[in-house]
């Protein structure tokens, strides 16, 4: 079942592609403002994080991130997100863990069994369709991409997920 979680973890990560960031960070990106959303919504958040509560192996944690300002603030448009760089890309982090490809499979693309090329492409096409002013804006692509057909996409790709 694709719920409104995969369909705001894809829509953000192709929001994040079209603004011109890799697969693999965008996929980061979208899976932590599904994490993000969600933990708002059941009020979640408390205190800083520091570099010693990510959760992250010690050979990671010794190799890239050496001081605190390997730990960075990225603006994607207004709104921002805390992220590191692992082997040249970059992962945002939210619950003290990095978003991972592996993660992005695991809590979103294996729903779909085997079908999430479909559901890819037409996240890009939603997206493609609005100007760049609203991807950039937290508040307007929530509002205007995002909010109108979460429910929608959710029961569409889930029927599709359920097609022979």
Do not use: H
């Amino acid at each position: 079942m694709i719920g409104r979680f995969q369909v705001m973890a894809i829509l953000q990560s192709a929001r994040a592609y079209i603004l011109g960031m890799d697969i693999e960070s965008a996929k980061s990106f979208g899976l932590n403002r599904a994490i993000f959303y969600a933990a708002a919504k059941k009020g979640f958040f408390k205190g800083k994080i520091t570099l010693k509560d990510l959760k992250l192996p010690k050979e990671i944690l010794g190799k890239y991130l050496q001081k605190p300002s390997d730990f960075k603030i990225e603006r994607i448009g207004d709104e921002i997100a805390y992220s590191i760089e692992i082997e040249g890309k970059k992962y945002f982090i939210i619950g003290n863990k990095p978003q991972t490809p592996q993660d992005f499979y695991k809590q979103v693309e294996s729903k779909f069994k085997g079908k999430f090329e479909k559901a890819w492409k037409e996240a890009l096409e939603i997206c493609k369709k609005y100007d760049r002013g609203i991807l950039l804006s937290q508040r307007y692509f929530y509002e205007t991409v995002y909010k109108p057909r979460r429910d929608e996409l959710a029961k569409k790709w889930s029927e599709m997920v359920l097609e022979k």
